[in-house]
């Protein structure tokens, strides 16, 4: 009975956590058919009397008749007074394009995710590959191979680009959002974390060293990939009971 019990629970959890998005926060695309494309919009409603200070990330993947996905991301900080409404950043799309678009909006506030929102285009008439249900969300939105970042000095910067490259040549595509945090330190040295949700997967200190630099990429996303790897291993020893 225990593991049914735990299994319970954690379903209420996310249902639980699932009712936070969109709330104090509203992330929306807007869209406007201009001359043979349609202009995307991504906007954020700060709904509180509170003021806000959130990061974006608004990106298009698109799959082509053989499932092929490209990917590409728009990211930045912002902040929103009380009732506040403003626009992001924009795209556009061919109407023509025969593609399946998805496009999807997130809002992060304090590494969690506060608000999204996600169009697509020519979904009906893509391909439709097969996946697990613990690849979507529970409204839908897929999240796959999404790297956020929130560096500070170069030595980050360099280390998210390592990173990045390391983690899409590996194809680990996990659906959970990977961030790489950079906070300050003693001195003039600064830390450096890799993170999933709340949990700290790799940290050290940051060094203008790229050979440095790379080598902590190539431990952190073997690190990631474990990590993905136990927790794919642990919801099939919990749904076996």
């Known amino acids: 009975m225990k593991p049914k019990l735990i299994l319970l629970l954690a379903l209420?959890?996310?249902?639980?956590?699932?009712?936070?998005?969109?709330?104090?926060?509203?992330?929306?695309?807007?869209?406007?058919?201009?001359?043979?494309?349609?202009?995307i919009t991504s906007t954020a409603i700060n709904t509180t009397e509170v003021y806000k200070s959130l990061m974006y990330t608004l990106t298009v993947f698109k799959t082509d008749a053989q499932n092929n996905v490209s990917k590409n991301n728009q990211e930045g900080r912002f902040t929103l007074e009380a009732n506040e409404t403003k626009e992001l950043s924009g795209t556009s799309v061919n109407i023509e394009d025969p593609?399946?678009?998805?496009?999807?909006?997130?809002?992060?506030?304090?590494?969690?995710?506060?608000?999204?929102?996600?169009?697509?285009?020519?979904?009906?008439?893509?391909a439709k590959p097969e996946k697990d249900e613990e690849e979507f969300l529970e409204d839908g939105i897929e999240l796959r191979g999404i790297v956020v970042e929130e560096t500070k000095t170069k030595p980050g910067r360099d280390f998210y680009e390592f990173f990045y490259n390391s983690y899409s040549l590996n194809q680990i595509n996990g659906n959970k959002v990977v961030g790489i945090y950079e906070t300050l330190s003693f001195g003039r040295t600064t830390i450096i974390q890799v993170?999933?949700?709340?949990?700290?997967?790799h940290k050290f200190i940051g060094k203008p060293d790229l050979e440095y630099l790379e080598q902590m990429s190539k431990i952190a996303v073997r690190k990631v990939f474990k990590y993905f790897k136990d927790l794919k291993n642990q919801k099939k020893d919990i749904f076996q009971y």
Do not use: H, M, W
Not at 16 to 31: C, G, M
Not at 99 to 126: H, Q, S
């Open 12 to 39: 209420v959890f996310q249902v639980s956590t699932a009712q936070f998005t969109n709330t104090d926060v509203v992330a929306k695309i807007k869209t406007e058919p201009i001359d043979g494309t349609i202009s």
């Open 99 to 126: 593609n399946k678009i998805v496009i999807l909006l997130l809002i992060y506030e304090d590494d969690k995710i506060v608000g999204k929102d996600r169009i697509a285009f020519n979904e009906e008439t893509a």
């Open 195 to 201: 993170k999933i949700e709340d949990n700290v997967i």
